[in-house]
């Protein structure tokens, strides 16, 4: 959980990066951005800012601004009815954002989990991305995502995103985020 003033100085912080990187939001985008904290109350560490562009039956788009170290944390997009599960494509915008994904682990991977989170993540098959570059995940594949030393922000363009839904390997992970007074 976060209070109101933390989640006002993360919006305003991310409003900071999306600015430096050229991207321009109404205000009512500004007013309603997300700022998860995954229910751990260490937004510095596991956290993540997120302006929802459209989110239909067929298609979401989304940015997702990380401020520098901070992760979010691993996770799977499941099946749900008769939809396959959440196929996403993340394209870095700006700042270096290092993606987790299943495979051959890394040998010397450049992040590191949260501390005292180091247990649930499982994930070591390192994908670094750059302004311009992005990665595809097909629906089910475990991954979590970590920003560099400067924060980074990631433009994800996937079929519809079903946040509550989500399967995270922590099972402390509460997904939709919660503002206290």
């Known amino acids: 959980m976060i209070t109101r003033q933390e989640r006002?100085?993360?919006?305003?912080r991310a409003c900071e990066y999306l600015e430096r990187a050229g991207i321009v939001l109404t205000p009512k985008e500004k007013a309603e951005m997300e700022v998860a904290d995954f229910g751990l109350g260490d937004l510095k560490n596991t956290g993540l800012e997120i302006v929802t562009y459209i989110n239909t039956e067929r298609c979401c788009a989304k940015e997702l601004i990380l401020f520098p170290h901070q992760t979010c944390p691993e996770?799977?997009?499941?099946?749900?009815g008769d939809d396959p599960g959440k196929e996403e494509t993340f394209r870095?915008?700006?700042?270096?954002?290092?993606?987790?994904?299943?495979?051959?682990?890394?040998?010397?991977?450049?992040?590191?989990?949260?501390?005292?989170?180091?247990?649930?993540?499982?994930v070591w098959h390192e994908v670094r991305l750059n302004p311009g570059e992005q990665y595809t995940l097909m629906p089910g594949i475990r991954h979590w995502f970590q920003a560099g030393p400067e924060g980074a922000i990631v433009s994800e363009f996937s079929t519809r995103s079903r946040d509550e839904a989500d399967i995270f390997s922590d099972p402390r992970i509460q997904r939709m985020p919660e503002v206290a007074d």
Do not use: D, M
């Not at 006002?8 to 305003?12: D, F, L, N, S, V």
């Not at 996770?75 to 749900?80: A, G, I, K, S």
């Not at 954002?97 to 499982?122: D, R």
């Open 75 to 80: 996770h799977r997009h499941p099946p749900v």
């Open 8 to 12: 006002e100085e993360a919006i305003g």
């Open 92 to 122: 870095c915008r700006w700042g270096t954002v290092y993606l987790y994904v299943e495979g051959e682990p890394t040998a010397n991977p450049a992040c590191k989990p949260p501390p005292g989170s180091e247990e649930h993540y499982h």
